[in-house]
């Protein structure tokens, strides 16, 4: 990728971020037979995209708000990323647990609109429960003045996987993708931006590239490429802090997933089963600091379990708690609201007089939708004559088969490779060489985190074996004891941000 970034002359389109936006505007402008380069500071996912609850889902709440336009959307952005990735996505069974008639009857209604909405690409009828089948459906659910449920359907999927599987798919239509390379200014003409100057963060390299149009899809760090550009432009971003904690499977047995609609601060609960933990959230606190990793904080963390412990007969507390991981939602900024409960989650595309092209907001199920946005506005602004279609709506994601042949390829020639990382989990040395030789993996974090996702499932047992993971990746990516002691230190001292006991 480096060696096609010296080589290319111009680009056509200029993507900043390397999270779900950036990486389907990506796909989207490659696909099309646009030259594309994409450049991510960090590791492709690394703040929001990686942090998401794992749903792919319409927004029930959006519905209650009103906002059929964004539920139809999404609902139909939704099954089509379903079609186009379905190694990586699959369909979740929820319950809505319910405790008066007017609960039933109200949220019901919703639900089967929820589903209507969805016409073709539906996903599964929508029922109503009594008592005993709410039970049976989830055995972990306190009792307790319980009236019965409501059963829909929605999507479910491997978030940071999906960035790498973009990121891939964007490269075989010819993208250039490059994570650990940093936009640091634009340059102009007539106070048009022609190019951008960019930072190799790994070894220092400084480039700097003609381009006719450039992309900003930074999320909670759109303001800072916006600065870049004007000094002067008004905050588009309000961030909104959600955490998530994750347990064991015994403490929410089955495989239906719990939605409870309306909780204390007005947002919606969920403990939702993902590869075989449980995972429960989310929170909604307006911060003030921008953080590539936020932190926890206390009240968010009693809030959680609080909750949880409300509506479940398998009460949790902090040392049940596997690991935590938070995401910042770049929330567009509404100076009339005090909330960012109540911010929009639409997305918000701005163009600005030099030409950049930003586009924020939205959530991960319209990632695909956004990233046609933001491609089609950069055409229309750059002037550029060849208008070519999108084609992403029916465009396969990642290479599935080739990867598992890769991989059993490897072990073939080394069987020591078939060898587990972790007794406990499933990952072996074999995933991390792919890992690091055809998906970019350059540090312990991006494969414990993002490639797998052990740090987001066990943090102590992703820190159990980055000794281990370490010395592989050193020896993959020729790299001296001195890089092996620095990694150890920095992924653990990342991974106890991780830990609450």
């Not at 040392?319 to 567009?332: A, C, D, H, I, W």
């Not at 281990?468 to 150890?488: F, H, R, S, T």
Request: with cysteine.
């Amino acid at each position: 990728m480096l060696v096609q970034l010296n080589e290319q002359q111009e680009y056509d389109i200029v993507i900043i971020g390397g999270g779900a936006t950036g990486l389907g505007a990506a796909v989207d402008a490659a696909s099309r037979g646009y030259k594309t380069l994409l450049v991510e500071q960090y590791d492709f996912g690394k703040g929001t995209s990686s942090r998401s609850t794992k749903l792919v889902h319409g927004g029930v709440r959006y519905l209650a708000q009103g906002n059929i336009k964004l539920v139809r959307e999404a609902l139909r952005e939704r099954g089509w990323l379903l079609k186009n990735a379905p190694d990586l996505t699959s369909i979740q069974p929820f319950v809505v647990p319910v405790f008066s008639w007017w609960e039933k009857i109200y949220y019901s209604i919703g639900l089967i609109a929820y589903d209507i909405l969805s016409g073709k690409l539906s996903l599964g009828k929508t029922l109503l429960l009594n008592k005993k089948q709410t039970i049976n459906l989830i055995p972990s659910i306190n009792p307790s003045k319980l009236v019965g449920g409501i059963l829909y359907y929605d999507g479910q999927f491997n978030d940071s996987a999906l960035c790498t599987s973009l990121a891939v798919t964007a490269a075989e239509s010819g993208a250039t993708i490059l994570n650990y390379v940093k936009a640091t200014g634009f340059v102009k003409e007539n106070e048009i931006i022609v190019g951008v100057k960019l930072l190799d963060t790994l070894s220092n390299n400084i480039y700097a590239v003609k381009t006719k149009a450039v992309i900003n899809a930074t999320g909670v760090f759109t303001d800072a490429v916006l600065n870049m550009d004007s000094e002067t432009h008004e905050l588009l971003v309000t961030p909104s802090q959600g955490i998530h904690l994750v347990v064991d499977a015994h403490f929410f047995n089955g495989n239906y997933s719990m939605m409870i609609p309306k909780t204390d601060d007005g947002r919606v609960l969920f403990a939702v089963p993902w590869q075989n933990k449980v995972v429960i959230g989310t929170t909604d606190t307006p911060v003030l600091t921008i953080d590539i990793e936020p932190k926890p904080l206390e009240e968010e963390i009693e809030f959680v379990i609080n909750h949880f412990n409300r509506y479940t007969n398998s009460p949790i507390n902090r040392t049940n708690v596997k690991s935590v991981f938070v995401g910042l939602r770049p929330l567009v900024n509404n100076k009339t609201s005090n909330s960012t409960a109540l911010l929009s989650r639409d997305h918000t595309l701005v163009v600005a007089t030099s030409r950049l092209v930003t586009i924020t907001g939205g959530k991960w199920t319209t990632y695909r939708k956004m990233g046609e946005d933001a491609v089609d506005n950069a055409l229309f602004v750059s002037k550029q004559v060849k208008k070519n279609a999108c084609i992403t709506r029916n465009l396969a994601i990642g290479n599935p088969k080739e990867k598992e042949l890769l991989i059993n390829q490897l072990i073939d020639n080394n069987s020591e490779l078939g060898q587990l990382l972790h007794t406990n989990y499933p990952f072996t040395k074999a995933e991390l060489v792919y890992a690091t030789r055809y998906e970019m993996a350059m540090t312990i974090e991006d494969f414990l985190a993002r490639r797998i996702r052990l740090l987001f499932l066990d943090a102590k047992a992703a820190i159990e074996i980055s000794e281990a993971v370490v010395a592989i990746m050193a020896k993959e990516l020729n790299k001296d004891q001195n890089w092996i002691n620095q990694e150890l230190i920095s992924f653990k001292t990342l991974a106890q941000q991780y830990l609450l006991a």
